[in-house]
């Protein structure tokens, strides 16, 4: 007797086609270049050994400057932000070296169910070529320790060194986060 089941499908990593399909000219711009308190986060998406990946897509969803969603499902109602042209979404392809850049605002706190808030964070997703998936982080700013401190995620997460890949640094205009796909000072990934 043979077996019913069917073949699995073998796997495929997400390959070249990034960088034609997926980018477009103002994936990076989350808001406009004249948006009020306009930041850049900036970093570089690195491989095992530190080298930058030539061939990845930074993808990020956030909430505005007041904690809302540029989305029909935000739990708490479609409120239009405050900041004009802001849609909360952004993707952004790497250089040669690895670099992107997210032209954004800064996003507000989440209320969560217990009453407590999550800190400001932006959602973000990479797309490499030899990844099978997606590999999904976050950014938090180390401007706001506060917050940072009460995060469910990150205190979650028992290892400070560990944490501290989550955090950008603030520089002049921004932020810089740096995304190590492995090795020394990995991201944390979340299993989503």
């Known amino acids: 007797m043979t077996d019913p089941t069917p073949a699995l499908t073998p796997s495929q990593?997400?390959?070249?086609?990034?960088?034609?399909?997926?980018?477009?000219?103002?994936?990076?711009?989350?808001v406009p270049p004249d948006a009020a308190g306009r930041i850049v986060i900036s970093g570089r998406v690195l491989d095992g050994d530190g080298n930058g990946l030539a061939?990845?897509?930074?993808?990020?969803?956030?909430?505005?400057?007041?904690?809302?969603?540029?989305?029909?499902?935000?739990p708490r109602g479609t409120v239009a932000s405050a900041v004009a042209g802001f849609r909360g979404f952004g993707r952004a392809a790497t250089g040669p070296d690895g670099a992107y850049a997210i032209a954004t605002v800064k996003p507000g706190g989440l209320p969560i169910g217990d009453g407590g808030m999550e800190a400001p964070h932006l959602d973000v997703s990479v797309?490499?070529?030899?990844?099978?998936?997606?590999v999904v982080t976050r950014i938090y700013f180390d401007d706001e320790a506060?917050?940072?401190a009460a995060d469910p995620v990150l205190?979650?997460?028992?290892?400070?060194?560990?944490?501290?890949?989550l955090v950008a640094g603030a520089e002049p205009g921004g932020y810089r986060f740096d995304i190590r796909?492995?090795?020394?000072?990995?991201?944390?990934?979340?299993?989503?």
């Open 13 to 30: 990593t997400v390959g070249p086609f990034l960088h034609l399909i997926l980018p477009w000219p103002d994936g990076p711009d989350v």
């Open 127 to 134: 797309f490499a070529r030899g990844l099978l998936d997606r």
């Open 155 to 165: 205190a979650a997460l028992p290892d400070p060194e560990r944490r501290g890949t």
């Open 181 to 192: 796909l492995q090795g020394d000072r990995e991201t944390v990934f979340f299993d989503v």
């Open 55 to 74: 061939d990845a897509l930074v993808e990020t969803w956030q909430a505005d400057p007041d904690g809302h969603f540029a989305h029909p499902d935000d």
């Open 146 to 148: 506060a917050a940072n």
